[in-house]
């Protein structure tokens, strides 16, 4: 079965670090780009972070930019988010999704259950 | 970057109505649009692709339309199971992705 199963939310302090994982099952997870979309309470989607098939190419949000890393594993089938100088307006639930096509600019068509970041202090 | 709008915001409508949801790029995106429903609760679902193309799986009475800077997703018949969020997303050239600000489905 094809899945996506994210972990690591947690609720931290502004200015701390978290990192995200999200582990893949059910498809050939190094032929296909991968993204980070986030929902704030109460909001719309909002694009993250994308990294290509082989992850040579990145490409963040200007939110985040600076602040966040993604990367991957393809050798574990695993995608990560390394979130750091947290603030308050990163408070989601943060979903990472499969791209249809596997380019890093895509229709998003496996999501995972989504995994929740609170920054408070 | 490109931005994308949506219309109505909300909408409530009976079971059984056509209901038709409006999208639209704020530069051509060719058909590289797609359309996501999020149930209260639950995670995003693709519901189309390449601005008509319906994804596997989805119900028939949905349907996409559009091409360029305007687009429509149309619900032919509205379900009880059709109250949700409906957001679109372009997906062309460079990245980012962006999305839409969604519009809310309710039973009248």
């Known amino acids: 079965q094809v899945q996506l199963v994210e972990s690591g939310g947690d609720v931290v302090q502004p200015g701390r670090s978290l990192r995200l994982s999200c582990a893949a099952a059910?498809?050939?997870?190094?032929?296909?780009?991968l993204h980070w979309v986030r929902q704030a309470p109460g909001k719309g989607l909002e694009f993250v972070a994308v990294?290509?098939?082989?992850?040579?190419?990145?490409y963040y949000a200007d939110s985040v930019k600076g602040r966040f890393t993604i990367s991957r594993d393809n050798s574990k089938n695993t995608l990560y988010l390394q979130m750091n100088s947290l603030r308050a307006e990163d408070t989601a639930v943060y979903y990472c999704?499969?791209?249809?096509?596997?380019?890093?600019?895509?229709?998003?068509?496996?999501w995972g259950q989504g995994t929740m970041v609170t920054v408070s202090s | 970057d490109i931005q994308m709008t949506q219309s109505p915001s909300s909408l409530s409508a009976p079971v059984g109505d056509r209901v038709t949801i409006t999208c639209r790029a704020s530069?051509?995106?060719?058909?590289?649009l797609a359309w996501y429903q999020q149930k209260p609760g639950k995670v995003p679902k693709l519901l189309i692709y390449?601005?008509?193309t319906l994804q596997s799986g989805v119900p028939s009475r949905f349907s996409g339309s559009g091409s360029g800077t305007d687009f429509t997703l149309t619900i032919s018949r509205l379900q009880p199971e059709d109250v949700a969020t409906y957001y679109c997303?372009?997906?062309?050239?460079?990245?980012?992705?962006?999305f839409g600000p969604g519009t809310k489905v309710d039973i009248k």
């Open positions: 999704a499969k791209g249809i096509f596997g380019v890093v600019v895509d229709a998003l068509d496996i």
């Open positions: 390449a601005a008509s």
């Open positions: 997303q372009k997906y062309n050239s460079a990245p980012p992705i962006t």
């Open positions: 530069q051509g995106i060719s058909n590289y």
């Open positions: 059910g498809f050939t997870f190094s032929r296909y780009g």
């Open positions: 990294i290509s098939y082989d992850g040579r190419n990145e």
